[in-house]
């Protein structure tokens, strides 16, 4: 059984200061499972739910400097609608970013820790995905990419180039994940990666599983956490999670 994708992780120096910006940002609730670790998720949800894809934010004592491989994009669902959210997160504590993110209309932002994001215009494709749209990971062979994360959390392939791939959940909810090919990547890795949850008891074998899919399992390995780094098939970190 293929793991779920249930958030996207942040390496914050603050991590209740930027969970409220994203809480915020997104309109959603803020909870903590311990010091050092904010979750952010829509009010009433219960987790893991393939209808959203939550943002946790993890304290780190001295977070690398920003990476930009992989962001978030929000949806808007009018002109109107994408003037005032962007007017709102400047308020929030946002500020515009000058960073290159591809030709579809957006605003670039940065959060009040330098991590790039974007607000989309409107766009159909984007109607029925709550506020986040997609996570988008920055890459070198989108093809590549989609056939690993297609196996890895059992997501449809909606849209695949040489330029694009774009996946969602098999069920039709949520947010998408897009793979954009991306010249002269970063080597460093980002201060924001994907965490994927397997089925209860199947920690081990999922990460067998991955690693026969072409994963990695990430040196440094950290014994007294629950969760298993790894890296996928162009060297991105990610978790894989443990059922408590």
Not at 66 to 74: F, G, K, W
Not at 93 to 110: F, H, N, Y
Not at 176 to 194: G, N
Not at 210 to 217: E, F, I, P, S
């Amino acid at each position: 059984m293929a793991s779920q994708l249930v958030q996207v992780n942040f390496k914050a120096r603050d991590d209740a200061a930027l969970g409220r910006f994203w809480a915020d940002a997104l309109g959603w609730g803020v909870d903590s499972e311990g010091p050092g670790v904010t979750n952010v998720e829509p009010v009433g949800l219960t987790w893991p739910d393939p209808s959203a894809v939550c943002v946790d934010f993890v304290i780190v004592p001295d977070p690398e400097s920003v990476r930009y491989r992989t962001h978030i994009e929000l949806a808007t669902t009018s002109e109107a609608h994408h003037e005032e959210l962007v007017a709102r997160l400047k308020e929030l504590g946002a500020t515009p970013s000058d960073a290159c993110r591809g030709d579809l209309p957006q605003t670039v932002m940065a959060d009040p820790e330098g991590n790039v994001f974007c607000v989309l215009e409107p766009r159909e494709i984007h109607r029925d995905t709550g506020p986040i749209a997609a996570v988008v990971v920055d890459c070198e062979d989108p093809r590549a990419m989609a056939a690993f994360w297609s196996e890895a959390v059992d997501w449809t392939v909606h849209e695949l180039t040489d330029e694009r791939a774009l996946l969602r959940s098999a069920k039709g909810v949520g947010p998408y994940l897009e793979f954009l090919r991306t010249p002269h990547l970063l080597d460093a890795c980002s201060r924001v990666h994907i965490d994927v949850l397997p089925a209860p008891g199947e920690q081990e074998a999922e990460v067998a599983r991955l690693q026969a899919l072409g994963a990695k399992l990430a040196g440094g390995e950290r014994g007294e956490f629950p969760w298993k780094i790894m890296t996928d098939p162009e060297g991105n970190d990610f978790c894989v999670l443990r059922r408590g």
